[in-house]
């Protein structure tokens, strides 16, 4: 008899979703047969059977499954096995991004990781994930705007690689949800285009990594159009995706290039951490007259957390967030980074450490203002990013903290970084090339050292 | 490399348009037809005005003039009406004055004035006038075929009858951009007209140099996207070919490739003097394209019609000379941009 047991897909990957039986209780299974469908949050993933048998299933469908518990043995078989289930894309391989980046880690995190400002009066929330978050904001937009659509590759027929745009075609059909080619800079030509003439365009790079192949169309046009223009073309568009790093993915498809987009004046930049910044976020972005970096991260897809049901939650763009208040020590960050250091932050508490958390959630333009006004009062500051650390978010903001308060500092300001290689695959070298809560905690605690 | 330029200049002549044909069809009337010889006179004396403000230090940067060129733009801009979008390289002077911009602004433009049609913020290779439909000059070579894709789009998306004007230079059609591009522009069905202007050089290299395949216009078969060669230096060949396929993209939008076959007789820059120029062509080529002038070949139809002799020639010269000169003056007396201007347009509200 073997067991067939949740698939672990990712590093914190805790539990799956049992979404369908496709083999029922008690038939006859043969060896390669699909026999289940679980939902991760990238991507759904079939089960096979590993051997013949009589199929007994332990668990409905519907059913939330810790990772490695059983949901089914197949019985009768000579052979027993250690029953690992052998998984496999349902996208059978037509999309390489489903391929390449198959459902890994997201789970819902800790509620203290991303309760986004809970005390606000948000009038009625949902619980949500981030990617639904997403998702909201871009249907109430598409609701409000005709002049909004959306482009990218597979978001359409497809229902997009993660989902995030599931049944927009049915809904707006084709002219406002525009499946592309595999062509970066036409993707992104369009979007320009488009918007040099007042529509709004959203598009969504399938990961943020494409985008290099449009880097001439969005650094040298998207970014300039209105200035050289001396103000007669505004480019009010969004190019939206996930980046970051930490899914295994390896070098040319996870890296943090955030730095490089919030280092050209005409862009707008924008990383949210949380489901309620991300919808606010994006609503801000669409309806911002200038060309908005919307900088998702694929690990955040799946956190949950609350967020208001109102079509007029709008966040502001340029307006940081404490997102924990603390007197010890300021960290600055943005993206996942605001949960690494919440995390990290409640690590500390334990100790006695007091730390505020400041989550950037705009990095151009910036709000340096909130940043200062923390260090005026912790009088210690570490910057964490996931990106490498020259040139990077953190020397950006070591420099304006140096520059704006720096007879409030106690010690110098610490940067927490990714390792300066290119994202090694192997998860052992990943691990270490990529920031951790205990990197955090560390810098926290080198800064507190120092007294003056 | 000479003799190559030299038969194609002689094949695409060789299709020999008649231009009372094209006249009669549009029923261009004899002002009408000197207005447009007054217009490519214009053109052709601003450009030597550029010429003299980059030799008398006043324009910055880099210069690239449209001379020889000029037919080119009159004879597919002359069908564009109001809500159509144009976009160009950085050898854009041409475009932008033939859409009807103020001659004077675009020269201040070039001058690096406040006073210029991007309030000096672009300069010569990023002229800008929304209101008269020009959607800007481009620097990178490629870059503006991209955006041709979304000024189509959104000319058919607000379901207008407008059309996307898209020069670009043979050198273009070797990026990357351009292919993505077009294969979009015809995926989508977008009413952009790409015009080629084919002046056989990509700054100093021949399109016998870079391209495997010298037939472009061929290059768009592989989209699917019809396509025709056009004498340019011949004013109502590139009218009469553009007026042809420019009705039906209004009413059924798809995109359409003109190749058309044009000579610059100035270097690719105001720096490309005769010495550079001799690394790549000979005087020979450029005095045999130059009895092609169009200027010429517009004036001898003219002439044939008798609307036009010398005295009346010197005269509407003479009046081009004078607009350039104005514009030149108006630039040169324009003040100077504000050090407040800097931080200007860098973000919309």
């Known amino acids: 008899m073997a067991e067939v047991i949740m698939p672990k897909m990712g590093d914190s990957m805790e539990v799956g979703k049992l979404l369908s039986w496709r083999k029922q209780n008690g038939e006859q299974v043969k060896s390669g047969d699909i026999i289940a469908e679980i939902e991760t949050d990238k991507s759904n993933v079939e089960i096979e059977a590993e051997e013949d048998g009589v199929l007994q299933t332990s668990v409905e469908a519907g059913a939330e499954v810790p990772v490695g518990a059983t949901i089914a043995t197949i019985g009768g078989a000579s052979v027993a096995t250690n029953g690992t289930a052998k998984s496999q894309s349902s996208s059978n391989g037509h999309s390489a991004a489903a391929v390449a980046i198959p459902a890994h880690d997201v789970v819902a995190p800790k509620p203290a990781a991303v309760s986004a400002a809970p005390t606000k009066d948000w009038g009625p929330t949902v619980n949500v994930k981030y990617s639904h978050a997403i998702r909201m904001a871009l249907e109430e937009e598409l609701n409000a705007d005709p002049s909004v659509f959306l482009l990218g590759e597979e978001i359409g027929q497809y229902q997009g690689t993660f989902k995030i745009t599931e049944g927009f075609l049915q809904t707006y059909g084709p002219d406002r949800i525009v499946d592309t080619p595999i062509s970066e800079a036409g993707m992104v030509g369009l979007t320009v285009g488009a918007a040099m003439l007042g529509l709004r365009p959203v598009l969504e790079f399938m990961t943020f990594n494409f985008a290099l192949v449009a880097w001439d169309q969005i650094i040298n046009h998207a970014a300039k159009i209105l200035y050289m223009s001396g103000g007669q073309f505004s480019v009010p568009c969004v190019l939206r995706g996930p980046g970051g790093v930490g899914t295994q993915l390896s070098a040319q498809h996870s890296q943090d290039l955030i730095h490089w987009y919030a280092n050209t004046p005409g862009l707008k930049v924008v990383a949210p951490a949380t489901p309620a910044d991300a919808k606010g976020l994006l609503k801000a972005a669409i309806r911002d007259n200038n060309p908005v970096i919307f900088m998702e991260h694929a690990k955040l897809y799946g956190t949950k957390g609350d967020v208001p049901e109102s079509t007029d939650f709008v966040i502001p763009i340029g307006v940081a967030e404490v997102k924990r208040s603390g007197k010890d020590v300021t960290i600055v960050t943005y993206s996942r980074g605001v949960v690494l250091s919440l995390a990290a932050a409640e690590e500390l508490a334990k100790e006695g450490i007091d730390v505020e958390v400041i989550d950037l959630r705009s990095l151009q333009p910036f709000d340096i203002d909130t940043v200062i006004k923390s260090i005026q009062k912790t009088h210690r500051a570490v910057v964490v990013q996931e990106q490498w650390e020259a040139y990077g978010v953190a020397a950006e903001f070591s420099a304006q903290i140096m520059e704006k308060a720096f007879d409030y500092l106690d010690a110098p300001v610490a940067r927490v970084a990714g390792a300066f290689v290119p994202m090694p695959y192997a998860k052992a070298l990943e691990d270490i090339a990529t920031p951790h809560e205990g990197d955090i905690i560390a810098a926290v605690k080198k800064t507190l050292e120092r007294s003056i | ?349």
């Open chain 2, 1 to 349: 490399m000479a003799a190559a330029t030299k038969v194609k200049a002689e094949e695409a002549s060789s299709q020999g348009t008649d231009a009372d044909e094209v006249i009669n069809k549009l029923s261009l009337g004899n002002d009408e037809l000197l207005h447009i010889y007054q217009v490519m006179l214009n053109v052709r004396h601003f450009e030597e005005q550029c010429n003299r403000a980059f030799r008398s230090d006043k324009v910055g940067g880099y210069l690239h003039l449209y001379i020889g060129q000029e037919a080119v733009s009159l004879g597919v801009l002359d069908v564009c009406k109001p809500g159509d979008q144009v976009l160009s390289s950085y050898r854009d002077h041409a475009h932008c004055i033939v859409l009807g911009s103020d001659p004077n602004k675009v020269m201040a433009e070039i001058f690096g004035k406040s006073t210029g049609v991007s309030r000096g913020k672009g300069g010569s290779m990023h002229l800008f006038d929304k209101a008269h439909g020009f959607a800007g000059g481009y620097g990178i070579v490629g870059g503006n075929v991209p955006l041709s894709v979304g000024l189509g789009w959104a000319l058919k998306y607000n379901k207008t009858d407008n059309i996307c004007v898209c020069y670009i230079g043979d050198g273009a059609m070797n990026n990357g951009a351009f292919h993505e591009s077009l294969n979009m522009a015809a995926l989508y069905k977008l009413p952009i007209l790409y015009v080629l202007e084919n002046n056989g050089y990509a700054m100093g290299t021949s399109v016998e140099r870079s391209h495997a395949n010298i037939d472009l216009g061929s290059r768009a078969d592989s989209y699917n996207i019809p396509h025709r060669k056009v004498d340019g230096q011949d004013y109502f060949a590139v009218r009469g070919a553009v007026e042809e396929v420019v009705g039906e993209m209004r009413k059924n939008p798809y995109p359409y490739f003109l190749d058309v076959i044009t000579y610059r007789y100035s270097g690719h820059g105001a720096a490309d003097g005769a010495a550079t120029q001799a690394t790549y062509r000979t005087n020979e080529e450029i005095e045999r394209w130059k009895q092609r002038d169009p200027l010429i070949v517009l004036s001898n139809v003219l002439r044939g019609k008798g609307l036009l002799d010398d005295e009346l020639n010197s005269e509407m010269d003479a009046k081009a000379i004078e607009l350039a000169k104005a514009a030149y003056d108006y630039a040169d007396h324009s003040p100077v941009c504000e050090p407040s201007e800097l931080y200007e347009d860098v973000y919309a509200d």
